[in-house]
């Protein structure tokens, strides 16, 4: 049983990073991020002509795109006041490209919290609190050097490591577009930045906090 334990709190262990990460992901698939990041100091404004009211209409459609069972003419029927298309054919085959790795990712999240809920219930009715607790606080600490490690790495050039996580999840330049395109006026480099440090944050910040409160209720 002892070697049982074991195993379920480095489980518990590993899960953790990729539950403390989804939970930033997901709150930032929302509408309220969107209000806030628009209006928070310095965002860049569209050189182009998109507003914070234009930002704060078509955003929020992109963003129920990734998260609906829509198909591509979601996006595709949308029009700029003279008819013109609001994505061109480009945009539009990416914004595919991520709808199919952002819903994968939100269903394996989902799970993953579903595990460790269900590894809770076990640990509480099996008696094993303290050893899901241990795996917990061990999970906090694999959190936040995961994000200190990747942060550093961000820090050093955010563009290099924007370029290797979209060459990692993406065919080729799919992803590259003119400034002048609609993703990019309404998701310049500072959104990025801005969402992988909140992203980073959370989890950072989860991390240690599970790390530092569990530290008298682990087993050592």
Do not use: C
Request: glycine content about 8%; cysteine-free; aromatic content about 16%.
């Amino acid at each position: 049983m002892r070697i049982t334990h074991n195993l379920l709190s480095w489980l518990i262990t590993l899960l953790t990073p990729g539950a403390l990460v989804f939970l930033g992901v997901r709150l930032l698939l929302t509408p309220l991020f969107l209000q806030v990041e628009y209006r928070s100091p310095g965002f860049p404004a569209d050189g182009y002509g998109f507003t914070l009211v234009d930002r704060l209409k078509w955003a929020p459609i992109t963003l129920q795109y990734l998260l609906n069972n829509a198909d591509i003419d979601f996006l595709g029927t949308l029009t700029f006041p003279d008819g013109s298309p609001l994505f061109n054919e480009r945009e539009l085959t990416h914004m595919q490209d991520v709808k199919g790795l952002v819903q994968p990712t939100l269903t394996i999240g989902y799970i993953v919290w579903f595990i460790l809920l269900a590894l809770e219930i076990w640990a509480w009715r099996g008696r094993w609190q303290r050893v899901f607790l241990f795996g917990l606080k061990r999970g906090g600490w694999l959190t936040a050097a995961l994000v200190m490690v990747i942060a550093v790495f961000a820090t050093t050039s955010f563009w290099h490591f924007f370029s290797d996580f979209h060459a990692l999840f993406f065919k080729g330049d799919s992803w590259l577009f003119y400034y002048s395109d609609t993703l990019i006026r309404l998701f310049p480099i500072r959104f990025w930045q801005d969402t992988f440090m909140v992203v980073g944050g959370i989890a950072l910040g989860s991390g240690l906090a599970l790390g530092l409160v569990l530290r008298h209720n682990s087993i050592r």
